[in-house]
């Protein structure tokens, strides 16, 4: 399974994280987050797949941030409906149109259309209608499933996953919601479950805090290694 880290904010840390590898770094743009991102990334990350996490943005803010910060995945964190997917697809798709009109590597020859992935997360707590799902197939790449808490995400426990027995679609997801070391087994037996089968990703943040926006870094190593096994 894949590993997201959720919810960076500090530069030297950023980099720490980075060195670890995980498939996708998390970064959130919601102004009431603890972990909400202000600033300029570090350099050596400009090529790492960044994940930019919004909260029923304006998609013109999102456009913004994808151009400064070089995202090719923007996971929507709140209720988002399908029609906004298929509007932040189509000006992405605008986008490509314009960045290749003014590269110089389409002059050469050599542009290459960034793949856009698309995340929509969903809260459950114990129970979920997944029927909800349905308009959204076409439209994003992933699901994420999170717990359902008093804030959008960073919640910092998990749902019944149980729930997800009932999946029915096809499509990869995110498991997060409260996820740590302490999980470990527990994936480890989720592995085993049917409900397991398109699980593309574990995402974790707040149980690998110091504090809001600074990971451990010993603490994800070994959750990675762990994963791996
Ligand atoms: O982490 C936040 O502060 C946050 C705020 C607003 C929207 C999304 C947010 N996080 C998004 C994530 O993908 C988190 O990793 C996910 O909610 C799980 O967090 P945690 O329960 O702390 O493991």
Known sequence: MKLK??????????????????????????????????????????????????????????????????????????????NYCAELR???????EQDRWQSDQWRKGEWEAPNWEVIKAFSIKDRFDFSVLQPYEALVDYFLFDTKGKLPGGNGYTFNWGVLNQYPSTKPYFLSGGIGLSEL???????????????????VNSKFEIKPGLKDINALEKFKDELQH
């Open 185 to 203: 087994d527990k994936i480890k037996e989720f592995k085993n479950n049917p409900a397991s089968k398109h699980c593309y990703a574990i995402d």
């Open 90 to 96: 189509f000006e992405l798709h605008l986008k490509d």
């Open 5 to 82: 880290v959720c919810g960076l904010k500090y530069n030297n840390n950023i980099e720490a994280v980075a060195k670890l590898q995980p498939d996708y770094m998390g970064f959130i743009f919601y102004e009431k987050s603890s972990r909400y991102f202000v600033g300029e990334m570090p350099k050596e990350i400009l090529f790492y797949n960044k994940v930019g996490v919004f909260v029923d943005a304006d998609i013109s803010y999102i456009l913004n941030k994808v151009k400064q910060h070089n995202f090719k995945t923007i996971q929507l964190h709140g209720s988002e409906s399908a």
